[in-house]
């Protein structure tokens, strides 16, 4: 059964940093393009970054350029995503998917807040 | 970026069909592959994949969904709607980057 878990949510202020991390299991994951999706409080879904199989290959929406990193511990099966200069606008639920569109499998999510 | 458009709400009555609308401002296939993919969501849960290119269905999806279309106007359709299926549906499009959302239609029952 594949499994995504994130982790790292929380509240932060503006300005600061925060690393989510999704933990997978049930699948290759060396083989799977990985992505970060988010969803703002009572809003639609928004695709963040995706990275390759083997993580050479990165893509990211304009407004989380520069300030956002995704990366992958193959070994670990492990996805991440470095946040910096986070604003109030990011304040989301962060979800772990698998592919690059369509994404077939979701993790729970995790909620990121940022907010003086 | 592509804008998909999703009537908010759809109310139904359990056992009748459901047809959810997704128009793109521009066409999402590319010769006869349609970049096009719907979700579902309950509250409080994850999205869950149910249809891939436009009319493929996912992994243990029940064979009720199914979806339809080509070009800027897609359709999925619930036939018929269960109690279980009261939710909100998502399309997507994959055709360019970066690949877009629509707002949703939240199913409701009559």
């Known amino acids: 059964e594949v499994q995504l878990v994130e982790s790292g949510g929380g509240l932060v202020q503006p300005g600061r940093s925060l690393k989510l991390s999704c933990a997978a299991s049930g699948f290759t994951f060396s083989n799977y393009y990985m992505a970060w999706v988010r969803q703002a409080p009572t809003k639609g879904l928004e695709w963040v970054a995706y990275?390759?199989?083997?993580?050479?290959?990165?893509y990211y929406r304009d407004s989380v350029k520069g300030r956002f990193t995704i990366s992958r511990d193959n070994a670990k099966s492990t996805l991440y995503l470095q946040m910096d200069s986070l604003r109030s606008e990011d304040t989301a639920t962060y979800y772990c998917?698998?592919?690059?569109?369509?994404?077939?499998?979701w993790g729970q999510g995790v909620m990121v807040t940022v907010s003086s | 970026d592509i804008v998909l458009t999703q009537s908010p709400v759809l109310a139904v009555s359990l056992g009748q069909r459901a047809t959810i609308s997704c128009r793109a401002s521009q066409s999402v296939s590319i010769s006869s592959i349609n970049l096009m993919h719907w979700y579902q969501q309950k509250p409080g849960q994850q999205p869950k994949l149910l249809i891939y290119?436009?009319?493929n269905l996912a992994s243990g999806i029940p064979a009720r969904f199914s979806g339809s279309g080509s070009g800027t106007d897609f359709t999925l359709t619930i036939d018929p709607v269960q109690a279980d299926d009261i939710a909100a549906y998502y399309c997507?499009?994959?055709?360019?980057?970066?690949?877009?959302f629509g707002a949703g239609t939240k199913l409701e029952l009559k």
């Open positions: 998917t698998t592919g690059s569109a369509p994404f077939d499998y």
């Open positions: 990275i390759s199989t083997g993580g050479g290959s990165t």
């Open positions: 290119r436009a009319s």
């Open positions: 997507q499009q994959s055709r360019e980057s970066p690949n877009t």
